[in-house]
């Protein structure tokens, strides 16, 4: 019950949450936060993880009041946010699709995945055709900030 608060709290808070950071911090932020454990460390632990996010995070996007929120985007965010990889290697990936019609469409896509497999997406990321891929890297504030040293420690 606690998680699904969590995660309910962290789809109220993310317009702000965006709208206040650079994109490559909240993404830093969001990728490194506690997260509730796997259980274990094999693909198939992290896969159940997976599941247990998505189906905690599907009957809140139902809700009147955050149904509007329910995008590949806000889907992709939560994951990031609240998935244990157990060290894998997790991205969340952007792409635009471009429609060629009258006036043009583009279109965003968002979704994860872990050490290179989809976890959550939209059906469109399964035809690579059409999409661009957007590369955000993630970790480099993290690692940034903890290089720095702390109050004036290793300066001379």
Not at 66 to 95: E, K, M, P, Q, S
Not at 108 to 132: C, F, K, M, Y
């Amino acid at each position: 019950m606690a998680w699904l608060v969590r995660i309910g709290w962290f789809l109220v808070r993310l317009p702000a949450e965006v709208g206040n950071a650079h994109l490559t911090e909240f993404l830093d932020r969001t990728a490194t936060a506690a997260r509730p454990a796997a259980g274990g460390s094999t693909d198939a632990d992290v896969a159940a993880a997976a599941d247990r996010v998505v189906r905690l995070r599907t009957p809140l996007l139902k809700l009147p009041w955050l149904r509007h929120r329910n995008t590949c985007y806000v889907r992709a965010l939560t994951l990031l946010r609240f998935l244990d990889a157990r060290g894998r290697d997790v991205r969340f990936n952007i792409a635009a699709e471009w429609f060629d019609k009258p006036g043009g469409v583009l279109r965003g896509h968002a979704w994860i995945t872990v050490n290179g497999e989809i976890v959550d997406g939209p059906p469109e990321v399964d035809s690579h055709d059409r999409l661009q891929p957007i590369t955000i890297e993630i970790g480099r504030e993290a690692r940034r900030r903890a290089q720095k040293p702390r109050g004036g420690q290793g300066t001379a």
